[in-house]
């Protein structure tokens, strides 16, 4: 075992931070698109259930079982962003109201938990689930092992896709052309970018990925499903997506950040350093997100960083 | 730019509620029966219609723990009553405030009597049955008694203190951790009953804890338990509602005492033994009191001998020794013979906690604020 405090900091960390990642990377996308989506958390929820109901029902190899349950989940997540985008692409309603409602309605006492009953898959153990890879065979390696090279499959594709966003976003004419959405629909518009396909194909995409993020609760971290088990991860991604100034490389930073804050007080306690209350550590994550999202909404930090411009305004063609 | 700000302050508000929903009312209809009695004191029972039953979850049935137990004892309810009682349940209902409001929304549904079944709801207990004088009102591991407020619980300390027996057996290095909720009486002396357990088999046995504050968040009690797996325990055992710290021991094939229910499946190389809750025969006990009009408020307190705490089957590693002398604990508590709060114990800081020959009466169990010795980590918290 890890007794060193830092590796077990940062091995705790990974995991309370990969859904965020997931998670925040489709956030990031709608929201570069101009979508602001406050569905996270009941897409996170949808992926959940949707993944442990499909890794519990279909038989076969454990490989193919979780392929299918996490493919399930970001088809489950995907479903629900699209409510939010045909409300507040095409309908136009706002989009602080709309992604409320797919939370309200996906959420903790909503479709997903119905979902768990009628599938009656609560409360009971899961049949599969991701486990530690010794990647490269490096596993033993100090240090760097067990922090890097003995991760689930999921932390890998959350590296992979973190890579192929940042990619996408700076290296990429479709990426530019997000950007520009984003920034100026109507430019974007000018110069011939379906505004409406690049918005509704992002925030798609940030439903999947939710969804994935969900699905990382009921295949790898805590397999079994529950009402609300995601509690509360969704707001955070949300969060961490200012935090992060819409940049996928700081989003992860701060994603793993949020899961040293929440590793921090227990590993403290089990060496025996209580200087501040556990309560202060618990709600750590939380504080951090209310200082991040103060701060992100200072003047100097909206000359500063790069919220899209057009996000949370629904676009419309100005007709000559 | 005040569109941002305005974004930024709907987003404070709901992280800051993120994990507070008010939970929606699962119901079991069925006709009506009616039957000649007299209706309970202060209830309003007129018996041409069904006898309604709340509870007030704090969780999910789904969570495979605490709320589990308590709805297969809703349904023990349901199951003997058949048509003349209609439980009600609200689920997912967070400690607090909010509580008041779950309250007000089962008595507007006819509930005669509510059981809320969890510690955190005392203050707006108390507050409701006075305001509802017609409704009779119990809750589960509070103290407040009231004309028409119970308390009821039992001795989970007792089953505790096998589980721990079972803990200090199978561990090999005699560091043992544990995963609590909340720095509260009922978290504390599960811990201390725990730990005297696991060093009546092993004198040399350490218990560290740490406190999640929360019945249950997977992830966080997962963080929790590797916390503990990384300081090198190599038993764990958990008073959370979810078999997470269990699932986080089999990953690193270590031995597990569960809590709640039996959740052996979750980890099943893992898994020793575990306090459960029978809260069936309770709750009938209680509602069919009701019914008859002989509902006395009351603070009850099951135990091991009236089987309201059935110790969970062992697991495969449990060796024969150490079944025989869990089961002669067991026998021995049963019989009176036996209490795990009885002197000398002394306090993690070396003075005396219990003298000799003193056994601890249920409302001390009840205000239990230190731990024993043995125990590492801090008990406010």
């Known amino acids: 075992m890890n007794s060193n405090i830092v590796i077990a900091v940062l091995v705790s960390a990974i995991g309370f931070g990969t859904p965020l990642v997931l998670a925040g990377l489709g956030e990031l996308l709608a929201e570069r698109s101009g979508v602001l989506n406050l569905g996270v958390e009941g897409m996170m929820l949808m992926g959940a259930v949707t993944a442990f109901f499909v890794s519990q029902k279909t038989h076969g190899p454990t490989a193919l079982v979780l392929l299918l349950a996490v493919l399930a989940s970001m088809v489950a997540g995907s479903a629900m962003a699209l409510i939010h985008a045909v409300l507040s692409i095409t309908i136009r309603v706002n989009q602080i109201v709309s992604g409320l409602a797919v939370t309200i309605f996906a959420g903790i006492i909503g479709l997903s938990s119905y979902l768990g009953q009628v599938w009656n898959i609560g409360g009971v153990a899961g049949h599969h689930q991701f486990n530690g890879i010794d990647l490269f065979g490096l596993q033993n390696l100090p240090i760097v092992g067990p922090i890097i090279f003995s991760e689930d499959a999921f932390v890998y594709a959350s590296w992979v896709l973190v890579l192929a966003v940042l990619y996408y976003l700076y290296r990429t004419r479709p990426g530019l052309y997000l950007r520009a959405v984003g920034e100026n629909p109507a430019a974007a518009d000018a110069m011939g970018i379906n505004v409406t396909a690049y918005r509704y194909v992002h925030t798609l995409i940030g439903g999947a990925l939710a969804g994935l993020g969900g699905a990382y609760f009921t295949l790898a971290l805590a397999p079994i499903w529950t009402d609300g088990l995601t509690a509360g991860f969704g707001w955070i991604a949300i969060a961490l997506v200012i935090f992060a100034f819409w940049r996928p490389d700081l989003l992860v930073l701060g994603a793993y950040l949020f899961g040293i804050f929440s590793a921090l007080g227990p590993t403290l306690e089990t060496r025996g350093i209580t200087v501040l209350p556990s309560e202060f550590y618990s709600a750590l994550p939380f504080l951090m997100t209310v200082i991040a999202l103060a701060a992100a909404s200072t003047s100097w930090a909206n000359r500063r960083v790069g919220t899209p411009a057009s996000l949370g305004i629904p676009y419309t063609r100005e007709e000559g | ?381």
Request: charged share 15%.
């Open chain 2, 1 to 381: 730019m005040s569109r941002m700000k305005r974004l930024s302050s709907v987003l404070v508000a709901f992280t800051m509620v993120s994990a507070v929903a008010v939970g929606a009312v699962g119901s079991v209809s069925s006709s009506a029966s009616p039957k000649t009695a007299t209706a309970a004191p202060g209830s309003q029972w007129t018996k041409s219609h069904p006898f309604k039953v709340g509870f007030i979850y704090v969780g999910a049935p789904s969570d495979a723990g605490w709320t589990h137990a308590q709805d297969v004892g809703r349904l023990a309810v349901q199951s003997y009553f058949g048509g003349r009682v209609q439980t009600m349940f609200k689920e997912d209902v967070p400690e607090g405030p909010q509580c008041t409001q779950v309250i007000t929304q089962l008595v507007n549904a006819g509930a005669n009597i509510i059981f809320a079944t969890s510690y955190g709801y005392q203050p707006e207990l108390v507050a409701a049955a006075k305001k509802y004088p017609n409704v009779l009102f119990e809750q589960a591991t509070g103290t407040t008694v009231s004309k028409t407020l119970s308390e009821y619980y039992g001795a989970g300390e007792d089953g505790d203190f096998l589980s721990g027996m079972a803990a200090g057996a199978a561990s090999k290095t005699g560091k043992i951790g544990f995963v609590v909720p909340y720095a509260i009486p009922e978290c504390i002396r599960e811990v201390d009953a725990f730990t005297m357990g696991a060093q009546l088999m092993n004198p040399k046995a350490t218990v560290k804890i740490v406190w999640t504050n929360t019945w249950f968040a997977p992830a966080t009690e997962r963080t929790a338990a590797e916390a503990l797996v990384s300081a090198g325990v190599d038993v764990l055992g958990d008073g959370q509602d979810s078999p997470t710290t269990g699932q986080v021991a089999e990953a690193h094939g270590l031995k597990w005492t569960g809590y709640d229910s039996n959740q052996e499946s979750f980890a099943p190389k893992a898994w020793l033994t575990a306090t459960t809750y029978n809260w069936g025969p309770y709750y009938i006990m209680e509602v069919k009191a009701a019914m008859d009009g002989t509902w006395k408020s009351h603070f009850w307190y099951g135990s091991l001998a009236d089987h309201f705490v059935v110790m969970a089957p062992f697991g495969p590693s449990v060796t024969q020794a150490t079944r025989k002398a869990i089961l002669a604990k067991e026998a021995a508590i049963i019989k009176g013979t036996f209490d795990p709060f009885t002197g000398p114990i002394t306090e993690q800081n070396g003075t005396v906690g219990v003298k000799a020959g003193v056994t601890l009466s249920v409302m001390q169990k009840y205000s239990l604020s230190w731990f024993v010795k043995g125990v590492i980590g801090n008990p406010k918290g």
